[in-house]
């Protein structure tokens, strides 16, 4: 796939997994004869996921690409939950969940790694890894975020919820139907509010006990029914830090396919700075100063704290805040 | 409920649902006996839905209330699916579906209505009608959506998506556990994006065939996996009008019951101005001047159209889109 440029330099494009170069053809899903057609085209390609796991294919070295042409892709095994992710002006592009049963699981290094046995041109290498690597262009990672977001979300939904009878995909991919009680499917998106409370030149930034060592990032948590996105990031930092804050600025989006997420990143300015942490969230929670927050952003902070990872949009809300106060 | 103002005006608290006043209790949802002693409170109430369809009881002539002590809530059937909504200073709120056995619906006026036999102090009167008639107080209204959105969320949630087999309520209503294969389920909150294609003094209408007469409203759909909110604004307005847009500015969001959507608003610059309507979509769209928008925000358009409800987030965008430019 040809890397594609953003068009229009927003936040979210500078985020992990924001840049996705395809048109998705939405009105074009419930016209079989349509996507078969682009299913027989050579130039058509297709992304694997096993499980939650992308799979590789090794180009020389460490050179990799995540696509395989269909007839590639049906040598590795059998594909179940075929779906249509869109096309470019080159070729279309799907993704499958290969099944799973030639698949053993190692430990290795105390890491878990999936490997499909006589087959080591391939490599099922998980997203986190192959985006914090740059393994696959980004263009191609946004790809490998749609697909696996779609695919877990078939892996988790091959019952219907309604009756518990079997159902089956439709819609290219986008939709199940329940045979049995014609209920209808939809992949679900669970939209994240992830902020930074400002106490004007100060911001308010947390570690939770997983992070790695020094790492501090924004507090976040699930939107949940019934919430605007302004009272959610207002409930999120009440809950987590015992601070009060009122505006709300939304600054960049970005869709976290772990399994799949919206992240709704924002800055929302503080009303109290007294902080309380809430131990089940987070191990610590503290002000830090614009200079400190530069200085972790350019790796020279004293202390060795580190910001999130550039993949991650909460990295781009310290940016935001830095530079746009 | 006493009415609780907005501390913190921002367009999202102007909307329908988007107003509620109860502190969620997240961290004390997995406490039982926090829980049940909150269940034990009199002071605490309950609302009430059948199927999708709020219950509410008559004060006196047209006066309502969406709320029941638990005595009277249980009196009138039985309660499944118990869920905390959350507490102000004076009370618990709880939530629960209404066993509908007992449930008639009737034909009257072309339209489809619900009734509890014997029991004329209460009525089943839909979402749409309590709000936009003001039924109930506009804090009561967000509760009654999240209420919706929850409890629809069980009624279509009772068998596991993963093994197919029935799966139990937990959290207080906020999770369901499968016993079969040990799957957690959580509530779903669709994101949609809302937007208004701006170019210069212009900016883009649409009315789908299901609208009242005269009305024109904001462009929208669901935002995918894989997807930012830029990116999900920029293929909505192509797909559904065929022009392209570049920079996208939030608005403001709002919680939609129907069943439960977040609708994301926001103001996009065009890029294009040609408009190819796609019909499975749109009757109509087309470019309104800031003038003609405030005719129409003002209920004096000459040709009589109308903007949508101000129950709708699109009604405060075109209003920030005259009031912002």
Redesign the interface.
Known sequence: MKSCPP??P?R??A?G??V?PLD?L??RRDDPAFVDALMRAPESRMALIVRDTPVLRRLSGERWDCLFTLEAARALGDLREVALLGRTDERAFFAALLDDSQVVAEESDGARRLRLPGREDVALIDLRTIAMGGLVEAPAI??L???K??LY?HL???????????SELAAAG?RRECPACQ?L???????VVIMLAVDGERCLLGRQPRFNKGMYSALAG??????????AVR?EIR?EAGVSV???H?I????W?FP?S?M?GCLAEALTTTIVV?P?ELEDARWFSREEVVAMLEARHPGGLKPSNPLAIAHHLMRAWVELT
Not at 252 to 255: D, I
């Open positions: 068009l229009f927003d979210s494009q985020t997994y924001g996705n998705r939405s009105e946004g790809l975020g749609q697909a977001s779609l979300w988790r939904h091959r019952f219907c919820s309604v009756c518990g009878q079997p986008w209920a499917h939809f992949p679900r998106t669970d939209p699930f939107l949940e029914p019934g919430e605007t996105i302004e009272a409930r809950e009122g505006r709300v939304y960049a989006s970005q869709p396919p799949s919206l709704i809430e089940s």
